[in-house]
């Protein structure tokens, strides 16, 4: 009898996950959206994985609401965070062979990228009121994930991926034909499972999953998918920022800025780069330091995973450098500053002394 495993059409039941985050201002007051009731709240149970950094706001979509949604077709998690990011994740249950999945999982992106700047933008409409800075959008990130469910058999990973790992790293490329076994044996390489049969592998815009449990593991994906948008924002608005400080060739600092306590009250551009740097540090370093994974190797490996294929290491560092940069304009202002404020204590010294040697040759 043929192994069904071995066989080219073998048909898969799984899920579609496609994971979207959208930074819509620079924050957004979780308390005014729930005391105005701006969206439908609901409770969503806090994962042992995550510290209470940012506990996002969960709310229903209006079809999940009205029962309109489809009964296959679903927003599994619809959220709002406070740095001013919305972030949701649909679920599409599939039955296909891996060939026919990779034809159409193309058009589903499309769809569902087009479908989630809809939901977007009528959310963000909604809490308009409660958004600093709105915009509609300034970055957009996505990531999916292919969920499958496990044959029936006693099959290891290694086997599944030897048969079908060519269909699986273009799937996840968005590629319908195979690609090179360079770059198959790349994708599939960054692979791990927990039990004989598990199997996870961990690409830069898309992961599959091979299991029958795999929610734990979709909040790292979304996780992962918002730490980038927000150090892609942060990096864009660093280069902006840095732009226009190099720009102001014949920018000089006001007079008053040089008076002592008067210089106090005087915002400078430099001052204001070395603000967004204490702001950037502070959001960043909570956002990397979210997930609490001492102990649990798994995860742990997963999570390195996806930072190192998301390439959330690179934009850490790129941010890190340009903030450095900041560090020293503001440091070279603050020293030439310092520098004139001495020299003109300096000056009213020498003057009130020549003063009162004045005053004294005068009264005599």
Not at 61 to 84: D, L, R, V
Not at 163 to 172: M, P, R, W
Not at 312 to 328: C, M, P, V, Y
Request: glycine content about 4%; overall charge negative; charged content about 25%.
């Amino acid at each position: 009898m043929e192994n069904a495993l071995l066989s080219p059409r073998q048909k898969f039941n799984g899920n579609i996950l496609l994971f979207y985050a959208f930074d819509v201002g620079n924050a957004i007051n979780l308390a005014t959206v729930k005391e105005k009731g701006l969206v439908s709240t609901c409770v969503v149970p806090l994962s042992t994985y995550f510290k209470n950094y940012h506990i996002p706001l969960a709310f229903r979509m209006p079809e999940e609401q009205n029962g309109q949604a489809s009964s296959s077709i679903s927003c599994i998690s619809s959220k709002i965070h406070h740095f001013g990011v919305l972030s949701f994740c649909y679920r599409i249950p599939f039955e296909e062979s891996f060939e026919d999945l990779k034809v159409k999982m193309i058009e589903i992106k499309k769809s569902f990228d087009t479908k989630a700047e809809i939901d977007a933008k009528a959310t963000f409409k909604t809490i308009l009121s409660a958004i600093h800075q709105p915009r509609f959008y300034s970055l957009k990130n996505s990531y999916f994930t292919i969920q499958v469910y496990p044959l029936k058999g006693n099959h290891s990973s290694e086997e599944f991926k030897a048969t079908y790992g060519s269909k699986i790293a273009s799937l996840l490329r968005l590629e319908v034909y195979n690609l090179s076994n360079y770059q198959r044996d790349e994708i599939l390489a960054s692979s791990i499972g927990y039990y004989g049969q598990d199997l996870i592998i961990v690409d830069s815009a898309a992961s599959f999953i091979y299991d029958d449990e795999y929610f734990e593991p979709l909040e790292f994906f979304e996780s992962a998918n918002i730490q980038k948008l927000e150090l892609q924002y942060f990096d864009r608005v660093l280069d902006q920022k840095l732009n226009y400080f190099y720009d102001q060739d014949s920018y000089k600092v006001p007079f008053k800025a040089y008076i002592p306590l008067i210089s106090q009250r005087i915002e400078l551009p430099v001052s204001r780069l070395a603000k967004l740097r204490v702001d950037i540090s502070v959001i960043t370093e909570r956002l990397e330091n979210s997930i609490k994974l001492a102990g649990d190797e798994y995860y742990s490996k997963l999570y390195s995973m996806l930072v190192e294929k998301m390439s959330i290491r690179e934009w850490r560092d790129s941010i890190n450098r340009k903030l450095a940069i900041i560090s020293d304009l503001y440091q070279v202002y603050q020293d030439r500053l310092d520098t004139i404020h001495g020299e003109l204590l300096t000056v009213v010294i020498i003057i009130l002394v020549a003063l009162e040697a004045f005053l004294a040759l005068y009264k005599h």
